[in-house]
């Protein structure tokens, strides 16, 4: 099946730094990829639909200049954490849906693990 | 405004028994729905869906039921295995088959299968 990954893993970081997480659809082109972010013991927040060549669209309350989104080619979005402070460490997971597939169906990405110290 | 609610946290069941997950919304222009299995540090792996034109649909020992009207919508798994043990989030989608459609979640409800 289609196959999303996410680079790094996880990552720690000092506060005031910027952080880059980059999302790749291995076997499919993804015009569209998301991105979410998941507090502990807490639901999945949709942060940023990442368009391939536009500008990403933000969810409400999200702030763009923040959390900056590129999405450069069809395998490739990248989300960058600008200026990192601990309350941005989190977990964040990237989806992106394979237009071509039967089922239309989104796939996830297994997260990334910020740590702001 | 919480458009997908899921209002058991948590679920404890006995191993062979029927586990019974449970799901609100509240935006009727939903279309699609979908559950999803998650453990801690990973992206949520899908497990199973229904579009609103259908009110049950069935893969193993998961189905899906979509009560329209009463805009709920409920997991079966049957019979519950250790293995089910687990974050169950229900999730929806308008316009699905538009490729900027948004799955929105629900706060996840963990479920304990014990033997």
């Known amino acids: 099946g289609a196959v999303v990954s996410q680079h790094p893993s996880r990552v720690i970081c000092k506060s005031g730094t910027s952080v880059k997480i980059e999302c790749r659809s291995l076997?499919?082109?993804?015009?569209?990829m998301f991105w979410y972010r998941q507090f502990p013991k807490q639901s999945l927040m949709l942060m940023a639909t990442?368009?391939?060549?536009?500008?990403?669209?933000?969810e409400q309350g999200v702030e763009k200049d923040k959390f900056l989104i590129n999405h450069a080619s069809l395998t490739l979005s990248t989300l960058t954490v600008t200026s990192a402070h601990p309350e941005d460490s989190s977990f964040y997971i990237c989806?992106?849906?394979?237009?071509?597939?039967?089922?239309?169906?989104?796939?996830f990405g297994p997260g990334t693990r910020l740590t702001v110290t | 405004d919480q458009q997908v609610k899921q209002n058991s946290p948590s679920l404890s069941v006995q191993e062979g028994r029927i586990s019974i997950l449970n799901c609100d919304y509240t935006?009727?222009?939903?279309?699609?729905f979908l559950w999803y299995k998650k453990y801690p540090a990973e992206g949520p792996t899908f497990l199973i869906s229904?579009?609103?034109?259908?009110d049950k649909n069935e893969d193993g020992r998961f189905t899906v039921f979509l009560n329209k009207s009463a805009k709920h919508l409920s997991l079966h798994i049957v019979p519950s295995q250790p293995g089910d043990s687990a974050v169950y989030f229900c999730?929806?989608?308008?316009?699905?088959?538009?490729?900027?459609?948004?799955?929105?979640f629900g706060s996840g409800t963990r479920l304990s299968i014990r033997p």
């Open positions: 989806s992106a849906r394979d237009p071509a597939g039967v089922s239309y169906e989104q796939y």
């Open positions: 076997d499919f082109q993804a015009t569209t």
């Open positions: 990442s368009n391939e060549g536009s500008k990403a669209t933000y």
């Open positions: 935006n009727s222009m939903f279309d699609y």
């Open positions: 229904i579009s609103s034109i259908k």
């Open positions: 999730a929806a989608s308008a316009n699905w088959y538009s490729s900027a459609s948004k799955i929105i």
